[in-house]
């Protein structure tokens, strides 16, 4: 049974820093390319950050600079690093298993201005 948990969201100031986790299980997940989504109140799903299984990049334009995605095959997990947080960061963020249907069930990353 493949699951997907994130961690580690929360509320912080804006200017500051979270570190989102999200941990895989019932997959070969050094296989997989992941990806992190986030959903704000009132609009779509939109993709934040992409991660190949060779360790390769790609972040949305609205998020360079900032956030840095990584991932640890020895523990199946992948990250989302997010500094210099704003207000419009504000969301509730997924992982998923790219081109499949196996998303998390999501962590608020609330940020106040």
């Known amino acids: 049974q493949v699951q997907l948990v994130e961690s580690g969201g929360g509320l912080v100031q804006a200017g500051g820093s979270l570190r989102v986790s999200c941990a895989a299980s019932?997959?070969?997940?050094?296989?997989?390319?992941m990806g992190w989504y986030r959903q704000a109140p009132g609009k779509q799903r939109e993709l934040v950050a992409v991660?190949?299984?060779?360790?390769?990049?790609r972040y949305a334009d609205f998020v360079k600079g900032r956030f840095t995605i990584s991932r640890n095959n020895a523990n199946n997990t992948v990250y989302l690093q997010m500094n210099s947080l704003k207000s419009e960061d504000t969301a509730v963020y997924y992982c998923?298993?790219?081109?499949?249907?196996?998303w998390g069930q999501g962590t608020q990353v609330t940020v106040s201005s």
């Open positions: 019932g997959i070969i997940f050094s296989i997989h390319d």
């Open positions: 998923r298993i790219l081109i499949t249907t196996y």
């Open positions: 991660i190949t299984s060779g360790g390769s990049t």
